[in-house]
C-alpha cells in the first residue's frame, strides 16, 4: 500500500470514528428515559435551567415583599386568597386535579367540581397537604368553596380541619431554603416580628421582567396565545394586589401601557374566554394537559373573585 492510500484509509476511519461519536451522543440509551418535568413548569421558563424553579405561591409572595423590610404591606388584605388560588392552579398545572368536565349540559364555571387526577405527592408539603384534603372530601367541592375552605372562611365548623394555616410563613420559608430569602427579627415598639428580606434580587428581577416583558415587548393580545404560567401569575398577582410592584419601575409611557394592557386582559369574562378552544369548555385544549386544566382551574377562580362578591369579598380573608 503507498503512503497516499495510506493517509486516506487512515483519514476514513478517523472520520467514522468521529460520526459514530455523534451518533452515540446523540441517542440515548433505552432503559434512560427522559426526566420527566411537573406540569408545573412554564412554556417560558423550562427553557433556562439556570432559574430557580418557583411555585406560583412562591412568585406572589417574592413580588408582594418589600425586598429590604422583608414582608408585605399591612394594608394588603388579599394576598391570602391569591396564595391560597395559587395552590390550587399549581396543582392543576401538575396534573394532580382538574376541572369537571363540561358536558351536554352547559354549566357556569363556578359550578363546576374540582376533581383528583392524581394523588402522586409534588414534594412541596402545602401542595402535598391541599392534595390530601381534595382527595378526603366527597361529594366533590367547586373552586370557590375549595378557597373558601383553604382560607378558614366557612360556617361548618366540620370542615374547618381543611383550613391551611401559616401559609405565608411557610411558603416564606421554601424560598430561604432557594436562597431567596433570608431570616431576621424586627422589632415594632410592641412586638416582634419574623421578616424575610430578599436575597437574591436577580431571581425577583428577573420575575418581574418576565411579568413586564408578557404585557410590553412580548404583548400578543390575546389570553389564549400567552404563557400559561405567565397568565396565571398576572391574574395572580393582580387579586392578591401585588401587580403594582411589578410595574412601578417603568417609565411613565410603559407604566401607562402596562397597566392598561393589563387591564384589558382582566376585564375579560372567564365564562366567555372559557368556550373558546374546543368540547371541553376550555381554551386550547390541544396544549399540554397539566398546563391545559390550570388553565381551567385558573378561569374558575377568576370567575369566583369576580360573582362571588367582588373585591370586597377577595380581600376579606384571614391568614
Known amino acids: 500500500m503507498s503512503i497516499n492510500e495510506g493517509e486516506r484509509t487512515s483519514t476514513l476511519t478517523h472520520r467514522g470514528r468521529r460520526a459514530d ?19 408545573g413548569l412554564g412554556e417560558e421558563d423550562s427553557g433556562d435551567c439556570k432559574d ?80 390530601k384534603h381534595i382527595k378526603a372530601t366527597e361529594p366533590a367541592e367547586t373552586v370557590q368553596t375549595w378557597i373558601e375552605l383553604l382560607t378558614g372562611e366557612t360556617w361548618n365548623p366540620f370542615k ?9 410563613e411557610r411558603i416564606a420559608k421554601n424560598l430561604v431554603e432557594k436562597g431567596i430569602l433570608t431570616t431576621e427579627k424586627q422589632n415594632f415598639l410592641l412586638f416582634d416580628m419574623t421578616t424575610h428580606p430578599v436575597t437574591n434580587t ?33 391574574v395572580l398577582a393582580h387579586s392578591s394586589d401585588v401587580l403594582e410592584n411589578v410595574f412601578i419601575t417603568l417609565a411613565d409611557e410603559k407604566y401607562d401601557m402596562a397597566m392598561n394592557r393589563s387591564k384589558d386582559l382582566l376585564d375579560m369574562d372567564p365564562e366567555v374566554e372559557s368556550t373558546k378552544g374546543g368540547a371541553t369548555g376550555c381554551p386550547l385544549v390541544a396544549s ?20 362571588g362578591g367582588g373585591e370586597e369579598r377577595r380581600c376579606f380573608f384571614i391568614f
Not at 461519536?21 to 406540569?39: L, S
Not at 363540561?102 to 401542595?127: F, I, W
Not at 374547618?160 to 405565608?168: D, E, I
Request: charged residues 30%; aromatic residues 4%; contains cysteine.
Open 21 to 39: 461519536v455523534g451518533r452515540n451522543a446523540t441517542k440515548k440509551p433505552e432503559d434512560e428515559e427522559d426526566p420527566v418535568q411537573d406540569g
Open 52 to 131: 430557580i424553579r418557583l411555585t406560583l405561591m412562591e412568585e406572589v409572595l417574592l413580588l408582594g415583599l418589600k425586598d429590604k423590610e422583608g414582608y408585605t404591606s399591612f394594608w394588603n388584605d388579599c394576598i391570602s386568597s391569591g396564595l391560597r388560588g395559587g395552590i390550587l392552579i399549581e396543582l392543576a398545572m401538575r396534573g394532580r386535579i382538574q376541572l369537571e368536565r363540561q358536558t351536554m349540559r352547559k354549566r357556569r364555571l363556578l359550578d363546576r367540581k374540582v376533581l383528583l387526577k392524581s394523588d402522586a405527592p409534588t414534594g412541596d408539603v402545602l401542595l402535598d397537604e391541599t392534595l
Open 288 to 307: 399540554t394537559p397539566g398546563l391545559n386544566e390550570g388553565l381551567c382551574l385558573l378561569e374558575a377562580w377568576w370567575t369566583s373573585l369576580f360573582c
Open 202 to 234: 436577580t431571581e425577583k428581577q428577573r420575575l418581574v421582567k418576565k411579568l413586564q416583558e408578557s404585557v410590553l415587548d412580548r404583548w400578543v393580545n390575546n389570553p389564549h396565545r400567552m404563557d400559561r404560567r405567565t397568565l396565571a401569575l398576572l
Open 160 to 168: 374547618l380541619q381543611f383550613q391551611l394555616r401559616n401559609v405565608r
